[in-house]
């Protein structure tokens, strides 16, 4: 079979390329066109149609400044999918791209899969309707959206999530403690990881506060992820004279060797929950971001432990809750201050990893594909 797969941002980028193994495992004969990164490019032979590189452009002022090139983009992709002729078009997460040629695809008469279904539940929810009519067999990885989607009369497959999965895959390889602490030079002491984000503005706004916050706590060595596009001098000028190692590129590895971390909201949230580390949740935007966002959003939660769950499993601090002195009072009881209340962060995670399907969320949507 004739797969034509779109990733637009790296995390598209891991689930698609694990997906592909997943195909062609089951069938080895299956070709690909795809657009993505170098995860996806390291399981087909090809290089890619577009590189997430290339692809990402967030918030609305740089989505205006390059819109001539994403309208170049559409166009020419719905041409390279004609040119193909795949037997499925398989649309991974990215909707303000995605969406658009589901739309065109699905009156081209080409066959029409959605791999991680855009979170309209959050906001803009109608957009169920038109999902409906463009996209033949969605593939949902939280379990409420199958009953979401019940809301719109579409029958949705709920596969689980596949950051089960690629931790899974992370931990058989990952190097040992003393490896890591080796190779970047850091002491034998709890690592409080912080995980600000991975865009400039967001990351100005929240890891003053993270690193004020972290400085009280002596017991921690503090490791700052650090997003690839982003380089150390960025992170050094915000931190100043505050004690921090920064480390970039190597989430899962700080994650892994973590006790306890401080996470702005996200995929992040859920992605340090898998690792079992206790954590706060930070989130702090512009005033006018943050207004506007209240109003449309319409969900209990911002971090997806939470929304998953349906409860307050872990803390979230959220605009003008995200203090020093907050995130400090947070961090005496996952530090150990309260060991049952970390306790039970811990086992809140085990049964979050049971919601979510245990895994072999990529092995189901690879043979629910080629079913066909």
Known sequence: MKFYIIAGEASGDLHASNLMKALLKQAPDTDFRYWGGDRMAAVWKDEPVKHIKDLAFMGFAEVLANLKTILGNIKFCKQDILNYAPDILVLVDYPGFNLRIAKWAKRQGIEVHYYISPQIWAWKQNRGYKIKKSVDEMYCILPFEKEFYKKFDMEVHYVGHPLIDAIQEFRETAISRDKFLGEFALEDKPILALLPGSRRQEIKKKLPIMLEAAS???????????????????????????????????????????????????????????????????????VISYQIAKRLVKVDYISLVNLIMNRPVVAELIQAELTVKNLQEEFKKIGGADPQYREEMIRSYNKLEEVLGGGGATEKVASLLLKG
Request: with cysteine; charged share 15%.
């Open 216 to 286: 009280a706590l002596d017991q921690y060595q503090v490791v700052v992820a650090g997003a690839p596009n982003l380089p150390s001098a960025f992170y050094l000028e915000i931190a100043g004279t505050q004690p921090m190692k920064w480390i970039s590129n190597r989430t899962y590895d700080i994650l892994n060797h973590a006790d306890t971390a401080m996470v702005t909201s996200g995929t992040a949230t859920l992605e340090t929950a898998l690792f079992k580390v206790p954590q706060v949740v930070c989130y702090k935007g512009s």
